[in-house]
Nanobody
Framework: QVQLVESGGGSVQVGDSLRLSCVVS????????MAWFRRAVGKEREFVAA????????NYADSVQGRFTLSKDRARNTMYLQMNNLKPDDTAVYYC??????????????????WGQGTQVTVSS
């Protein structure tokens, strides 16, 4: 059974940066395709970024393209989301997700069966 634990959220100002981490316990990150989703108050959970099992394919939502960077560190069993130039619209709870091997739907919630508890990101103007 894999467990996902997110960290790195916080309260920042517009234009600041944060790095979210998702530690995979029980298995290697190379066993899973992984992603970040987020949910703002009053909105549905939405796709942010996804990375394939071996890291050769990346997908980003249009709203974060060019500002967010997704990566995996195999030695640390961790996925990272580097978030730069943060905006108030980035305020949300961010969730880490994983699917054993490569998911056929990397940008869809239904493509993942394992989820973390979430970490809050708040961006103030």
């Amino acid at each position: 059974q894999v467990q996902l634990v997110e960290s790195g959220g916080g309260s920042v100002q517009v234009g600041d940066s944060l790095r979210l981490s998702c530690v995979v316990s029980g298995r290697s990150t190379t066993d899973y395709s992984m992603a970040w989703f987020r949910r703002a108050v009053g909105k549905e959970r939405e796709f942010v970024a996804a990375i394939s099992r071996l890291g050769e394919r990346l997908n980003y939502a249009d709203s974060v393209q060019g500002r967010f960077t997704l990566s995996k560190d195999r030695a640390r069993n961790t996925m990272y989301l580097q978030m730069n130039n943060l905006k108030p619209d980035d305020t949300a709870v961010y969730y880490c997700a994983a699917h054993f091997f490569n998911t056929p739907q990397p940008m869809d919630i239904s493509g993942y069966e394992y989820w973390g508890q979430g970490t809050q990101v708040t961006v103030s103007s």
